[in-house]
């Protein structure tokens, strides 16, 4: 069964309040993000700097004039010099987006495409035709204007409106009734969905590995008091694409191992279900209070050796710089890590960890930081992440005397406590059959200038031996805002492999690809990305400054870390490589 607009009342009056239609106060609208037909990550509440967000309602199937468009484009290009956005919004769920692109290109669109594939943001907004425009005040969020295409000099009279005050807010622009002009949006049925039967399965599989006693949220969905308690801002975090996190651009790359994200029927499903009042099962046990979690400290079993960081002592408030923290192994012979694993001491305030290993002939403090500049990582933590366990009978070799130094990332959390993260080694008895490697397609010389919202980046990993991919990690700090990576393989083709759309520096995801990809002598791996340097990024420690690469939190990382394993790297060839470097270092 379809629906159209009218059986979605319920829906809107939830997720949009029409406070009777008064000149003054407007509609009120939800955060949402949502991805552009280019892969782009667009977010409302991001635009709290600017005057006005224009949207029309788009289709690719949608008779449009070539004239219709070109006077749209037209009404963007008067607005140039202006704080305004202008968007077209698909939200028709063809959320196909090769015959967006496509559609795009022959009605000489430029403008971003915004792909609502649940629907959700297009119901949330209020529009139910083809051609409806909406205008809306980022600032309070809320709808200051409603035509159709057919209207844009109306349009037009709003934005000037909402745009014309020298300072201070807007005018209030009367929310004008419209009549739609073009074919009607047909919705998914929103359902009946139950909780134990529909809701539940989607919680275990998306939220309550984070989300349960002892996990790594700060809230545990232990029964469905708390799940209804904290609807509301799940259906926040779910519209805004904030949960779960670690979210990739599912259109592109490769396939990610438990890649994060709901798919479209799960999301309709729960929003649809917190928009009914989340409503329990009358009369039935709830599942939610049956699950039962492992509560082994190390989730590999026992490891075959222990470590334990120095005890770092947190003080309850305050922005901590990332400490660099050499751990002594001890090692008095190589050994072939199979996986490795951390245990943090305090979840609370370690927000993440990345293990570089310093070679025997770093000595110095400086010596042992240029391996983190170098950006070769063998492991880390961060919330959320699996421990590093390499695959396919292969391991990572600490030659003897190496040590690690450790990236430590703090944050404070109102309370001092001490920290004592615990690191588990897991070894081969025999040297494995292949090596896995680190690398890093990154950029260490830049200056992101004060306020810039999308200063660009690259970085290139030449891979000069056959090799298979693994695993990719961006690594960025507060400024971070998106990266992904593009294999060139050496006969001119390029294929993308990762893209996150939304990088957030609290997370920093290994994406382990669930086939490892082929890459032939030659491929250049490049990692693209932008850092967010304004002050409409809320993790950006102060917009006024420029920013330059450095190991300190105040500083910027770039680097596409990638684990790979080539062809022809034994244990064997790699020992005897290593061999001949420690004889060279130590003789010099
Ligand atoms: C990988 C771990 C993880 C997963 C999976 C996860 N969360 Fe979270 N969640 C967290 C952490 C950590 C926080 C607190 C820090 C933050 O907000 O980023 C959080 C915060 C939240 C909050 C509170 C936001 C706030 O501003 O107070 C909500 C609501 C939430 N999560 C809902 C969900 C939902 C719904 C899912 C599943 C669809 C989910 N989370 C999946 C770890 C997770």
Known sequence: ??????????????????????????????????????????????????????????????????????????????????????????????????????????QGISLPILMDETQLVTAGLGLSHIGQIV?????????????????????????????????????????????????????????????????????????????????????????????????????????????????????????????????????????????????????????????????????????????????QEIPATGVIDYRYIPVELNLDKDVWVR??????????????????????????????ETGAARGESVGGFAPGRQPDEFRDNSGRLLTKGSNLLLQMHYTTSGKATVDETEIGLYLYDEPPAYVMSGGVAGQRRFLVPPHAKEYRLQGEQLIERDAYLYEMNPHMHFRGKYMNYTAEYPDGTREILLSVPKYNFNWQFNYRLKEPLFLPAGTRLIAKGAMDNSAQNPSNPDPSKPVHFGLQTKHEMFFGFTTLRYVGDTPQRISRANAKTHSASSGR
């Open 339 to 368: 996986a490795m694993e951390f245990v943090p001491g305090d979840r609370q305030v370690l927000h993440h960890v990345i293990a570089y290993v310093s070679s025997p002939a770093d000595k110095s403090v400086r010596g042992r």
């Open 1 to 106: 069964m379809k629906y159209t607009l009218s059986n979605l009342a319920l829906i809107c009056s939830l997720v949009y309040s029409f406070p009777s239609f008064s000149a003054n106060i407007s509609p009120s609208v939800s955060d949402f993000a949502l991805l552009d037909h280019q892969g782009k990550f667009h977010q409302l509440s991001y635009f709290g700097d600017q005057q006005a967000v224009v949207i029309l309602a788009q289709s690719s199937m949608a008779p449009y004039t070539q004239a219709q468009i070109r006077a749209f484009q037209g009404l963007t290009e008067r607005f140039v010099d202006q704080d305004v956005v202008f968007y077209l919004l698909n939200g028709t769920g063809e959320g196909d987006r090769g015959t967006l692109v496509k559609a795009a290109k022959s």
């Open 135 to 311: 205008l809306i005040n980022p600032r309070g969020r809320h709808v200051t204007f409603r035509g159709t295409i057919d209207q844009l000099p109306e349009v037009e009279a709003a934005l000037v409106a909402m745009t014309s005050q020298q300072t201070g807010q807007p005018r209030p622009v009367p929310d004008t009734q419209h009549k739609p002009s073009g074919p009607a949006i047909t919705f998914a049925d929103p359902g009946q969905a139950t909780y134990g039967a529909d809701i539940v399965p989607i919680l275990k599989t998306h939220c309550v590995t984070c989300h349960r006693d002892g996990g790594i949220a700060p809230w545990a969905m232990s029964s469905h008091t708390m799940v209804q308690g904290w609807s509301a801002m799940m259906r926040e975090v779910l519209l805004t694409r904030r949960m779960p996190p670690g979210q990739t651009d599912p259109h592109v790359g490769k396939e990610i191992e438990d890649a994060a994200g709901l798919s479209t029927a799960e999301l309709q499903t729960l929003v649809h279900w917190i928009d009914r009042g989340a409503p329990a099962d009358a009369g039935q046990t709830d599942p939610l209070t049956q699950l039962t979690f492992s509560t082994a400290r190390f989730s590999l079993g026992e490891p075959d050796m222990t470590f334990k960081v120095p005890a």
